[in-house]
């Protein structure tokens, strides 16, 4: 079965660095669409980033633009998502997820998460 496995997560304190690992088995990442999610205590979940691996067009919540980059790596089957300038507010467990396509509705396969704590 298909599985997604994010590792990288952390303590760090502001400012920091992070990157988060995605690996996905099973599932060829390498025309499809993988994001990261993340959703913090008491608040909804929350689109991060997002790739379409065919053509590389990403796109970026507007909280994280310009601090947090989505990449892949086709040979690894992995998604990253490198997270700088880290604030408390970025605290939160972070999901990877996939779909076929970025234009279909729903994500049908997601990570476990990993916990992301910024101080």
């Known amino acids: 079965h298909v599985q997604l496995v994010e590792s990288g997560g952390g303590s760090v304190q502001a400012g920091g660095s992070l990157r988060l690992s995605c690996a996905a088995s099973?599932?060829?990442?390498?025309?499809?669409?993988m994001a990261w999610f993340r959703q913090a205590p008491g608040k909804e979940r929350e689109g991060v980033a997002r790739?379409?691996?065919?053509?590389?067009?990403?796109y970026y919540a507007d909280s994280v633009k310009g601090r947090f980059t989505i990449t892949q790596d086709n040979a690894k089957n992995t998604v990253y998502l490198q997270m700088n300038s880290l604030n408390p507010e970025d605290t939160a467990i972070y999901y990877c997820?996939?779909?076929?396509?970025?234009?279909?509705?729903?994500?049908?396969?997601w990570g476990q998460g990993t916990q992301v704590t910024v101080s």
């Open positions: 997820a996939a779909k076929v396509w970025c234009e279909a509705p729903h994500y049908i396969y």
């Open positions: 099973r599932y060829p990442i390498s025309r499809t669409c």
């Open positions: 790739i379409a691996t065919g053509s590389g067009n990403t």
